[in-house]
């Protein structure tokens, strides 16, 4: 973050990054505009790439990358990122065999708004050579409460007084949901294998995004937190608008009630 800040214009000093004024003092009359082309785009969907020392012998055709988001850059080679499918306290992964998928996130990802919670994430963009183990093909039929989805119509949603992701949607995005009956998931795992996958991580991506980017929290391994970190869950929830029909998919990252 200290690297990101630095090369970051501000108007306090002319327009210019804190590392140009600084390098313009020192080194006059020289092009001193820092290189970005190195940096990355904080919450973009990413293959971690395992090393094969790390894979199962007895599975030939087994996953060879993890789906992750990505957080910060570590000097100037090495990732960080977060891999919801890994087991907590494990989930912070820095590695230098990263690939990015910025454009196709930036395409798929809709408006963010609200900021309250906090969605866990996964990541949908390709792959290296076969799907992560985390992601399974199969559609599992949760049990909470259902709301039934008529006519689709859409428009962009953006209500930034709360806190809480949304995710507006386009008819061209959901061509058979006005037909379909909506089950609001209970776990990231029941979102993530369900047949709205796809809107489920938007909302998750662009709540992350959000959270991030207004620095609500920090992504901390285990043994750096001072205090006892606090235990969160996620909540996904289906929206209708006034007529009744489909309007966002929501999700939210939130601290459970009895730790409040």
């Known amino acids: 973050m200290v690297r990101k800040t630095n090369v970051t214009a ?16 020192a080194f006059p009359g020289q092009d001193n505009k820092p290189d970005l082309s190195g940096e990355r785009i904080c919450g973009s969907q990413v293959t971690i790439h395992i090393p094969q020392e790390r894979r199962l012998r007895s599975h030939k055709f087994g996953p060879r990358g993890e789906a992750g988001i990505y957080l910060c850059m570590e000097g100037s080679q090495i990732y960080t990122c977060w891999v919801p499918s890994r087991r907590k306290g494990h989930q912070i992964v820095r590695s230098a065999n990263v690939n990015f998928y910025e454009k196709v996130r ?17 990541k949908n963009g390709a792959p290296i050579s076969s799907r992560p183990q985390s992601v399974t093909e199969q559609t599992k039929t949760p049990s909470p409460q259902r709301s039934e989805v008529n006519n689709l119509q859409h428009a962009e949603v953006h ?7 949304t995710t507006s949607m386009t008819s061209a995005k959901l061509p058979d949901l006005r037909k379909e009956v909506i089950t609001e998931p209970k776990t990231m795992t029941e979102a993530l294998q369900g047949p709205q996958r796809e809107h489920w991580l938007r909302a998750i991506h662009s709540e992350l995004r959000s959270l991030l980017t207004k620095g609500t929290w920090r992504m901390l391994d285990g ?12 909540v996904f929830k289906v929206k209708k608008n006034e007529d009744g029909n489909l309007d966002k998919f929501k999700a939210r990252l939130v601290v459970r009630g009895f730790e409040q």
């Not at 043994?223 to 996620?234: D, I, Y």
């Open 10 to 25: 501000t108007r306090t000093i002319d327009g210019l990054t804190p590392m140009e004024s600084f390098l313009n003092e």
């Open 106 to 122: 930036e395409a798929e990802l809709l408006t963010e708004t609200e900021h309250d919670v906090e969605p866990e994430i996964r």
């Open 159 to 165: 209500n930034p007084q709360h806190g809480q992701t």
């Open 223 to 234: 043994n750096q937190a001072h205090n006892r970190p606090l235990t969160v869950k996620w």
